[in-house]
């Protein structure tokens, strides 16, 4: 489990590609204090395990499934990623629940500076938007973010100094594509009231819990 809080920026030193996977080797500083083989690291919010370690590089096996949903088959040599270990149970809870098991992509559309805040607007599926709240949680790219504001097929979150800084956000351009992963208690909530009103969890519709079935269940 992740926070969404990045330790650092990294950088893809190798990529070695097969016919439908591929191995990065990542090159950083802050994480290797303990980092050990068989830990997870957050690769752009992608939950990734360090197979080899070399000095401040690691090396992480990606497999296909990953590469159709992330933005990860775009990486090359010299690509600047952001960096978050798992984190430890004495650790602090800065940011919100990230797994790194990424929803989807989207598309940044606009960047707009606001004083010393800069808004950026995301475009993606009503799919992903369907979870999304104002003034809730999600991960672009790894970073723990409040959403300011949400649309059918987009979302906008504004950016604060320290953020822009320590993360690789805003040096992408309009039209880069970002991962995406939605708030947790989002979708479990409503996968399981789905599953008590008897319909299927999950279906990316409205959840299955109404008057009636509180009614019937004797909540009311």
Known sequence: MFTGIIEEVGE??????????????IRG????DDLKIGDSVAVNGVCLTATTISGNEFTADVMAETLRRTNLGSFATG?????????AADGRFGGHIVSGHIDGTGTITKK???????????????????????KGSIAIDGISLTVAEVGDDYFKVSIIPHTGEETTLLS????????LENDE?????????????GK???T????????????ENGFL
């Open 112 to 134: 707009r500076r606001e004083e010393n805040a800069v808004w950026v607007t995301v475009k993606t599926t009503p799919e992903i938007t369907h979870y999304i709240v104002e």
């Open 29 to 32: 500083n802050v994480i290797f």
């Open 172 to 179: 992408k351009n309009e039209g880069a594509v970002v991962n």
């Open 12 to 25: 893809i030193r190798a990529v070695r590609k097969g016919q439908v996977s591929c191995t990065f080797t």
């Open 185 to 197: 208690i989002a979708k479990y909530v409503e996968k399981l009231t789905g599953a008590y009103s």
């Open 200 to 202: 299927k969890g999950n």
């Open 79 to 87: 690509t600047r990623v952001n960096l978050e270990r798992a984190m």
């Open 204 to 215: 990316g519709k409205s959840g299955g819990v109404t008057m009636s079935s509180l009614l």
